[in-house]
């Protein structure tokens, strides 16, 4: 590994903290593992956490915080998890109420943080294998959509999956089975493969979050589990507050994905 | 899946929940995963639930109950934590003070049930590619050792590695490295292959648990992270009560091995 790459995500880390990058960082730090956030308070951590640790196809848990520290110890000991996003976003009661660059105001001793895989590693592994990925060549968000699959259920914790969709050739789906398997830490293989009112989404050009793209000819639609989830799980129990990232405004690790492959 | 497949785990907890089965369960129940418990008070369960998320080779998990609830519902809905274990283990302050077949008087609304993963799994696995295990020819326990393999800490649970060793030649490593990497939930792949000094063990006749077993000329020793490291872990932290089964005393669960196999 050279010094370049090993200090490549904290570099980055550093200019977000200083609030000079406030867009999304799809492409940023190459190679390495990006994350979703989830803060809760304490008295959900348990929950929460066997939650992910029972759905760990939408929920795949990188690294978890101790109450009270914005440390990630684990995914990256430098950084502070307060102010290394380029924007948060704050629920309370369920609610979404502000959208922030710094949550540091809010962190307090019962806060607890999950990073969460994101769709960006088994991205990066579909495009070394030339499996082309729509949302990306169309320049948009990947479509997701909310399903009957449901979760399983942990305490106050429950609700549908939600899952992200690239349409591919038939040929293509294969081998993005085979390439995602490799990556269970980030969502893994594929959910559904195929006909989309089998798992609940009635339109596929309506997507709940997110983009429509085209789908082409002789093209199947492709599901995986979505990091989107357990947000929405967390939400839907109404927590005092609870903090997220922004849509695409991931953390940034210092692990590399191919250390999250399995084989 | 025949009727007698499906009820044959059911069946045998009826049995041991009677007391009509006080020996190890090795071979009961064929085919379906067997678990070892740890059963913590809650306000030590979202570390130890984080100690296990971050050590999944020594720690698999396969189910947790909610506070208070003997049922792991996922794991075995039908079945009773308190009593469906031929013998269970009470530590106390991190103390060994009894052993009993039945765990009911000391279950309280604070008790959560910890199903951890059994070699079990992978040795059925291991057999069926015709790859010979020792201490079962031998008729005796499998041997452990501690080794300087550090567990990765969380909170107050944090300690060392402690692995099982399988001698056998250095074809059948390769094929059990590629048998037992499907299975990550049941310890996954092996930690160490080889010189025993490398990892701490300063003379593999000395297990440190179970039995010595003979290492023939030609093969290799082949370790795997054990499920005694979790339940050595907690004892180190002294909580003020913690059940656990009694060696090779199991939980037989609900769940087929091949369900837990990822490719």
Same mark, same amino acid.
């Given at each position: 590994?050279?010094?370049?790459?090993?200090?490549?995500?904290?570099?980055?880390?550093?200019?977000?903290?200083?609030?000079?990058?406030?867009?999304?960082?799809?492409?940023?730090?190459?190679?390495?593992?990006?994350?979703?956030?989830?803060?809760?308070?304490?008295?959900?951590?348990?929950?929460?956490?066997?939650?992910?640790?029972?759905?760990?196809?939408?929920?795949?848990?990188?690294? #978890?915080?101790?109450?009270?520290?914005?440390?990630?110890?684990?995914?990256?000991?430098?950084? %502070?998890?307060?102010?290394?996003?380029?924007?948060?976003? $704050?629920?309370?009661?369920?609610?979404?109420?502000? =959208?922030?660059?710094? #949550?540091?105001?809010?962190? %307090?001793?019962?806060?607890?943080?999950?990073?969460?895989?994101?769709?960006?590693?088994?991205? =990066?592994?579909?495009?070394?294998?030339?499996?082309?990925?729509?949302?990306?060549? =169309?320049?948009?968000?990947?479509?997701?959509?909310?399903?009957?699959?449901?979760?399983?259920?942990?305490?106050?914790? =429950?609700?549908?999956?939600?899952?992200?969709?690239?349409?591919?050739?038939?040929?293509?789906?294969?081998?993005?089975?085979? +390439?995602?398997?490799?990556?269970?830490? +980030?969502?893994?293989?594929? +959910?559904?493969?195929?006909?989309?009112?089998?798992?609940?989404?009635? %339109?596929?050009?309506?997507?709940?979050?997110?983009?429509?793209?085209?789908?082409?000819?002789?093209? #199947?639609?492709?599901?995986?589990?979505?990091?989107?989830?357990?947000?929405?799980?967390?939400?839907? $129990?109404?927590? %005092?507050?609870?903090?997220?990232?922004?849509?695409?405004?991931?953390?940034?690790?210092?692990?590399?994905?191919?250390?999250?492959?399995?084989?």
């Amino acid at each position: 590994m050279s010094t370049k790459e090993a200090i490549a995500p904290a570099e980055v880390r550093g200019i977000i903290r200083q609030n000079q990058w406030l867009k999304p960082t799809s492409g940023l730090a190459h190679g390495y593992i990006q994350a979703n956030l989830a803060v809760l308070p304490k008295d959900l951590a348990f929950e929460f956490l066997l939650f992910c640790q029972r759905n760990p196809k939408p929920c795949p848990i990188i690294d #978890v915080t101790m109450p009270g520290s914005p440390v990630p110890a684990l995914a990256a000991p430098s950084a %502070d998890l307060r102010t290394d996003i380029p924007k948060y976003r $704050v629920y309370r009661n369920g609610i979404f109420t502000e =959208e922030l660059t710094d #949550v540091t105001e809010l962190w %307090d001793d019962s806060m607890v943080g999950f990073l969460i895989g994101c769709s960006f590693t088994f991205e =990066e592994a579909l495009l070394k294998n030339d499996i082309p990925i729509r949302h990306i060549e =169309e320049g948009c968000n990947v479509p997701m959509y909310k399903t009957t699959i449901p979760t399983v259920k942990a305490g106050r914790f =429950e609700g549908p999956t939600v899952v992200s969709m690239r349409p591919m050739t038939e040929k293509d789906a294969i081998r993005a089975v085979q +390439v995602t398997s490799r990556f269970p830490s +980030v969502h893994g293989a594929p +959910v559904h493969i195929g006909n989309p009112e089998a798992i609940g989404i009635p %339109d596929l050009n309506n997507p709940d979050f997110g983009d429509k793209v085209t789908i082409r000819e002789g093209e #199947v639609p492709v599901f995986w589990a979505c990091g989107v989830t357990p947000q929405a799980v967390a939400m839907h $129990v109404k927590p %005092d507050i609870m903090i997220t990232h922004a849509p695409g405004h991931m953390f940034i690790t210092d692990l590399k994905n191919e250390q999250f492959s399995i084989l």
